[in-house]
């Protein structure tokens, strides 16, 4: 039985969580999207949350490279993805490119902490765009040195992933069955017994 995108939305929602912010329990990685533009204003605000992440130093070391359907930008990010996202990641009308300078810009050394910036300011971005209605999906399953030749990206730089960005679709659109069956799977996470602690494998309690 296939859903439908109202139903597969309902889905993966989190459970609600007293005091945390809805975008947070409604972001979710769709792989069907629909043939409706981001306008450029949504667009710009995801971007914009995403300049006000923290980084060490203030490096913000970051870059984004956004294909918008159409666009050359857009056709050379989807021919380098890899895999099922060749399926489904170039019917989203937006796919974005995450980098990271991995030196610093004030004296050229070693930025150890480049990738978890790039980490934050993607993680503003999806929280911004689901706040704004949208989905996005993040891929690491891309050709990286097909991505550095497409757009001449210098060696300093690190990939990040790509993020694919629009409006959820009809999971009926995708042809292929276990991309369906990905599609209507509910999420699910680990309890906080398994991820915080207060001393090596010791539970942290709250209350």
Known sequence: MTLSASEVNELKHAPAVEGVLPALLERWSARAFSDRDVSAADLARVFEAARWAASSNNEQPWRFLVGIRNSITHKKIASALAGFNQE???A???????????????NGNANSYALYDLGAASSYLTLEAAALGLVTHQMAGFDHDAMRQHFDIPENYAL??????????EPAALANEQLRAREHAPRERKSLNELVFSAWDEPAKFG
């Open 88 to 90: 489904w990641a170039p």
């Open 92 to 106: 989203a009308p937006v796919l974005i490119l995450g980098m990271t300078n991995t030196r610093f810009a004030r």
């Open 160 to 169: 990040g992933c790509v993020i694919a960005v629009g409006y959820q679709g």
